[in-house]
């Protein structure tokens, strides 16, 4: 019988094609939580020891040993019902192999950090190219059956970043809802191949452009760099909202973590100004 693999195994091994296993860093999906949840849009947006408000049980028993006052908890400002993060996956040919992997790998990780959170909503999508435009593959999405440990077998293709990021964007501004809000986590390795109808100028260019466009319709982009050169990511996303990530799980989680609070942040802004 073969020995099961260990998740530091799991972690680092490369495959081109058939089932696997994704592994989930614990480490990046604590930081994620982290992040999310001192932030305005999760459901715990709340201010502790405040003089009146909600009963704070965790402080009620402050009056009766100090005398205190400050029992309460306030909500300082309301807050979404609902985050929908879409991870958009490249499986083009360039991937084969550890960056594959890798991608899957924070898929999974992802799906994990946010599966028990009920005000968040995660799809995670894949995409590849053969002539012009994008094919898209739902991966995992609440209310089918997910199928993080297939993601190998769709690797093939010409990279079409920017048309996948349209065909997605354009699904979720059509049934955008006013108290949701909405990221899309681009994870690629950042070379686009794949020109079209509707694409101007470069294929960079095209990319940039659908993301600027995403974002003046309140859809936020970030990106997952899983390649060493981050060059390409930067200009389509702008450099505030992109992730390198090549075999180091604790950079990552420290990155991620970051960066994924700068486009939290943002869209708690967003949130204060409506």
């Not at 960056?99 to 994990?112: E, F, I, P, S």
């Not at 950090?113 to 898209?136: C, D, K, M, S, Y």
């Not at 769709?154 to 970043?161: F, I, K, M, P, T």
């Not at 065909?167 to 070379?191: C, H, M, T, W, Y």
């Amino acid at each position: 019988m073969a020995r099961r693999k260990t998740p530091e195994q799991r972690a680092v091994e490369v495959q081109s094609y058939g089932e696997r296993e994704p592994y989930v860093n614990p480490a990046t999906v604590a930081a994620i939580q982290s992040v999310f949840n001192r932030t305005r849009l999760s459901h715990q947006n709340w201010e502790s020891r405040q003089l009146y408000g909600r009963l704070d049980s965790r402080h009620a028993w402050r009056n009766d040993a100090r005398g205190s006052v400050d029992l309460f908890k306030e909500r300082r400002l309301p807050s979404p019902t609902k985050l929908n993060v879409h991870i958009l996956v490249d499986a083009s040919g360039s991937m084969m192999g550890d960056r594959a992997c890798r991608a899957q790998d924070m898929a999974a990780t992802l799906v994990k950090a946010f599966e028990r959170i009920p005000t968040v909503r995660l799809a995670v999508w894949q995409h590849n190219a053969v002539g012009h435009g994008a094919t898209v593959y739902r991966v995992a999405e609440r209310g089918i059956a997910p199928k993080l440990d297939q993601m190998l077998n769709n690797l093939g293709g010409g990279n079409a970043d920017g048309f996948a990021l349209e065909f997605v964007g354009n699904r979720i501004v059509q049934s955008a809802k006013p108290d949701e809000k909405n990221i899309v986590i681009v994870v690629s390795d950042g070379l686009p191949s794949v020109s079209g109808q509707g694409a101007t100028g470069n294929i960079l260019d095209h990319s940039a452009l659908v993301a600027q466009t995403l974002r003046r319709k309140g859809v936020d982009v970030m990106s997952v760099a899983i390649a060493g050169d981050t060059t390409a990511h930067e200009y389509m996303y702008g450099k505030d909202s992109v992730v390198p990530f090549l075999n180091d799980w604790s950079a990552l989680s420290r990155s991620f973590a970051a960066t994924f609070g700068k486009v939290l942040g943002r869209e708690a802004k967003r949130t204060a100004h409506c």
